[in-house]
């Protein structure tokens, strides 16, 4: 039987990738789907990207590398950090810590709301006629207007 290109001596050296082992490659790719987007993450499972034996492992490592370098590209916005951000110590408080701090923020937003509402009283009642046709802008009008210019000629 002869013996795999990447395997010469299967006694002495097990088959690596990237000099890591079965077991380490299926850690890393299992760090590394968590760290992906659920989208992504989805996408791999519905596209059959398993991490159970050589080559559906090393598979999966190089797509992940992939949506990986995608990323690289892009900034998180602010409220993803925040929500990451959120997420990560919600793992640490107990439930009644989380409540408690929840309803201490509502607070706080609602007291700069009252001095957001002194400081810009909005008076004037708005009222929104959905009834009648908005008029046309000056824009469509000059459009219009050339248009039965250009025909007349």
């Known amino acids: 039987m002869p013996i795999p290109p990447d395997r010469p001596d299967r006694k002495t050296s097990p088959r690596q990738h990237q000099n890591q082992t079965y077991s380490q490659l299926q850690s890393a790719n299992k760090q590394g789907r968590s760290e992906l987007r659920r989208s992504d993450q989805h996408w791999l499972k519905t596209n ?7 080559d559906k492992a090393i598979a ?5 590398a992939d949506f990986k370098s995608q990323y690289d590209g892009e900034d998180d916005s602010l409220e993803d950090l925040f929500l990451e951000a959120d997420r990560i110590g919600n793992k640490y408080q107990t439930p009644e810590e989380i409540t408690a701090f929840q309803a ?17 009283p909005d008076t ?14 000056q824009r469509t009008q000059r459009k219009n207007a050339s248009r039965t210019l250009s025909t007349r000629q």
């Open 60 to 64: 999966l490592c190089e797509k992940i």
């Open 48 to 54: 059959g990207y398993k991490n159970v034996g050589w």
């Open 104 to 120: 201490a923020l509502a607070a706080e937003v609602s007291a700069i709301a009252d001095l957001v509402d002194e400081q810009f």
């Open 124 to 137: 004037e009642m708005e009222i929104i006629d959905y009834g009648t046709q908005p008029r046309s802008s």
